[in-house]
């Protein structure tokens, strides 16, 4: 059968694991290692398509377990897909529904930094209460609606069939992620049950492209997602587990501090079939979580953190982080960043998109936006071609340094 996805690995860098590469999908290709851009509800916060286009998006991920309570896959298949419904006719990623497991179960209003992304976090936090709205069983997940309260359930199969009627490219299989402070046993038995999933992902999916076959429809891809939290034995289970079953790629998914990005990838990633494209899930959009991806063999990452900073005027500059609502930029007629070639710093000052955000004008969170995916993308790109050409470890260097300063930037220089 033609295979819905292909993978081909152009450079390799000495040294480390890092690789450049091309992933083939029906709608195109995308150059890793890449940045995918989140567009949780099938668009972009506040951009058009053609805006991402321009910044240099190559492809978008979508969310399946949002798309199937507003509007509903059956809208999108009516649609004619995801691509056209929502205008973008390049490669798409479709999350699960495995991260809502989390968010809406075990971390639900509990904040998700106390329960899971901070090592300081409260460990009394990580376990079941009944008042969550996501309740899992062997068999799927029990969830009610955090917009009504109605009751939803997603199994392994529900969430292929989800995502199959979605159309996206790339398909993540149904997980239970959990919190890294959970017991140790919660977090094996999430893994287990993980695993159990992704066999059953597997078999739906592959009859759903059979199906597709048939009607002479575009095949989908399937990546089976890696979990295990902190623990090196259930990573290094997880992803041998996962990398003897025939997948498109592989996710590794779980919520991290930057500087455990390097450890639990590269455990992960010395298992994983070298062959297949890897996915880092959901991580934070720190520059040092980019850099140490790529040194550690990740393709791609998703993150929808540059649009909601944005929105909160928390801008990416090469020196550092700012936040552009501060009055010191009132009147200040310089861009947002001189090295900077997006279309916000090319035309707008940092007083005017200042201003903008103060008055909760629109149009300031489409130019913030713009500013920082184009940051992110850019970033990505360079690291890219820095891999290709050798410069990668000064090139990490340099960046780092400047944007964390000499100090900050050590524990993630090594
Ligand atoms: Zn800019």
Excluded at 166 to 187: K, N
Excluded at 365 to 384: C, P
Aim: charged fraction near 20%; glycine fraction near 8%.
């Amino acid at each position: 059968m033609k295979k819905p996805l292909t993978f081909t690995i152009k450079n390799r860098l000495d040294g480390s694991m890092a690789r450049t590469g091309v992933i083939k999908t029906s709608h195109g290709k995308i150059e890793t290692p890449a940045f995918i851009i989140g567009g949780t509800q099938a668009t972009v916060k506040s951009l058009t398509p053609e805006q991402v286009a321009s910044l240099g998006g190559q492809s978008v991920l979508v969310n399946a377990y949002h798309l199937m309570i507003r509007p509903g896959a059956d809208v999108i298949e009516l649609a004619g897909g995801i691509h056209r419904f929502m205008n973008w006719d390049k490669p798409i990623f479709s999350d699960s529904g495995g991260f809502q497991v989390f968010s809406l179960g075990m971390a639900y209003k509990k904040g998700i930094d106390v329960t899971s992304h901070s090592v300081k976090g409260d460990i009394s936090q990580a376990v079941h209460t009944k008042s969550q709205l996501a309740r899992v069983t062997d068999n799927g997940v029990h969830f009610r609606s955090h917009l009504d309260g109605s009751k939803l359930y997603m199994s392994p199969e529900s969430s292929m069939d989800i995502q199959h009627a979605i159309g996206a490219d790339i398909h993540m299989c149904f997980d239970e992620l959990t919190s890294p402070l959970a017991e140790f046993d919660i977090i094996k038995s999430a893994m287990d049950r993980t695993h159990v999933w992704a066999d059953r992902c597997l078999s739906r999916h592959n009859q759903l492209n059979n199906d597709h076959k048939a009607r002479l429809q575009p095949l989908q891809a399937l990546y089976g997602v890696v979990q295990g939290a902190r623990s090196q034995d259930l990573r290094t289970a997880s992803a041998s587990f996962l990398g003897q079953r025939d997948f498109d790629g592989y996710g590794i998914g779980g919520v991290f501090e930057p500087e455990e990005i390097s450890l639990t990838v590269k455990w992960v990633n010395d298992i994983l079939p070298d062959d297949k494209p890897r996915h880092l899930l959901g991580m934070g959009a720190q520059p040092a979580d980019l850099f140490l991806g790529v040194e550690y063999g990740v393709d791609t990452f998703d993150c929808v953190a540059p649009t909601r900073q944005a929105r909160n005027g928390a801008l990416f500059t090469y020196d550092g982080r700012i936040n552009i609502k501060n009055s010191r930029y009132k009147n200040d007629l310089s861009p947002i960043d001189r090295q900077c070639d997006c279309y916000t710093c090319q035309n707008y000052t940092l007083a005017y998109v200042h201003h903008l955000l103060k008055c909760d004008e629109i149009l300031g969170l489409s130019l913030a936006s713009i500013h920082n995916e184009r940051f992110v993308v850019r970033t990505v790109d360079s690291i890219r071609a820095s891999v290709n050409d050798g410069s990668f470890f000064q090139y990490k260097k340099d960046f780092l340094e400047r944007y964390y300063g000499i100090a900050d930037a050590q524990k993630f220089l090594g």
